[in-house]
T-cell receptor
């Protein structure tokens, strides 16, 4: 089956620094990737939709200058949280989709900003 | 944004009992999917039901869909302690880009 690798699984960073999260589709080409954010005991909230080679589409209320998304190839999308602050601490999950496998989710990244 | 609500928010049952979770949504859909999430982990796809289907089975899982009421239910029969997790429904709306929207989730605890 399809596998999406998300890295790192956990990261702790200092306030004001930037953190990059990678999402890779390992055995299929993902035309579209999605980034979600999940606060404790809450549901997944879509942050942005990323298509290979084009600019990401951000959901309302998500700062595109703060959450930089790059989808440079059909197997890799990155989310960079710039100038992170404690309120950015959350669980970030990516998802990749193609016509055969549908949606496949990464294992998530726990970001803690101290 | 969230498509809809799930109830109950939390459910605690004994091993061997059945667990039923409900999901309501707001817009027309192409399909509805159920996912499972263990604490602090990614999502695992459980089952997909299309808008023209009313019921689907997979092992101990039974999903129903009522598009007139915009609701779905997930039944887990003969539950096990290992079924303890959060369960989310997710809808794939008609006519949209390929964007899943998640419900609020049900936290299921199965007591041994």
């Amino acid at each position: 089956g399809a596998v999406v690798s998300q890295h790192p699984s956990r990261v702790i960073c200092k306030s004001g620094t930037s953190v990059k999260i990678e999402c890779r589709s390992l055995d299929f080409q993902a035309t579209t990737m999605f980034w979600y954010r999940q606060f404790p005991k809450q549901s997944l909230m879509l942050m942005a939709t990323s298509n290979e080679g084009s600019k990401a589409t951000y959901e309302q209320g998500v700062e595109k200058d703060k959450f930089l998304i790059n989808h440079a190839s059909l197997t890799l999308s990155t989310l960079t949280v710039t100038s992170a602050h404690p309120e950015d601490s959350s669980f970030y999950i990516c998802s990749a989709t193609d016509l055969i496998y549908g949606y496949t989710f990464g294992s998530g990244t726990r970001l803690t900003v101290v | 944004s969230q498509q809809g609500e799930e109830d109950p928010q939390a459910l605690s049952i004994q091993e061997g009992e059945n667990a039923t979770m409900n999901c309501s949504y707001k817009t027309s859909i192409n399909n509805l999917q159920w996912y499972r999430q263990n604490s602090g982990r990614g999502l695992v796809h459980l089952i997909l039901i299309r808008s023209n289907e009313r019921e689907k089975h997979s092992g101990r899982l039974r999903v129903t869909l009522d598009t007139s009421k915009k609701s779905s239910s997930l039944l887990i029969t003969a539950s096990r302690a290992a079924d303890t997790a959060s369960y989310f429904c997710a809808t794939y709306p008609s006519g949209s880009a390929r964007q899943l929207t998640f419900g609020s989730g049900t936290q299921l605890t199965v007591l041994p």
